[in-house]
Nanobody, 113 residues
Framework: QVQLVESGGSLVQPGGSLRLSCAASGSIIRFYFMGWYRQVPGKQRELVATITSGGSTNYADSAKGRFIISRDNAKNTLYLQMNSLKPEDTAVYYC???????WGQGTQVTVSS
């Protein structure tokens, strides 16, 4: 069974950092175009960052310079390092295998003092 499981979400103060993880099973992520998305209640899910099978990355303007998407092929895990967090980064974060219907269950990130 192919599955994506996110973890690492938490409550953090503005200016803080978090690293989100997305562990994949039944699917080898290095072969796929993977992405991180986020969603707040009442709004559409939005793209945060993507990484291709070749390792090329792309970021939403809101994430550029603050977030880093990466993967550990040995652990079959996708990461999102988030620095200089802002209250507007508060959302549920999801990992996604691009071009598929495969999504994780999400992990809550709350940025608040």
């Amino acid at each position: 069974q192919v599955q994506l499981v996110e973890s690492g979400g938490s409550l953090v103060q503005p200016g803080g950092s978090l690293r989100l993880s997305c562990a994949a099973s039944g699917s080898i992520i290095r072969f796929y175009f993977m992405g991180w998305y986020r969603q707040v209640p009442g709004k559409q899910r939005e793209l945060v960052a993507t990484i291709t099978s070749g390792g090329s990355t792309n970021y939403a303007d809101s994430a550029k310079g603050r977030f880093i998407i990466s993967r550990d092929n040995a652990k079959n895990t996708l990461y999102l390092q988030m620095n200089s967090l802002k209250p507007e980064d508060t959302a549920v974060y999801y990992c996604h295998r691009e071009g598929s219907i495969l999504w994780g269950q999400g992990t809550q990130v709350t940025v608040s003092s």
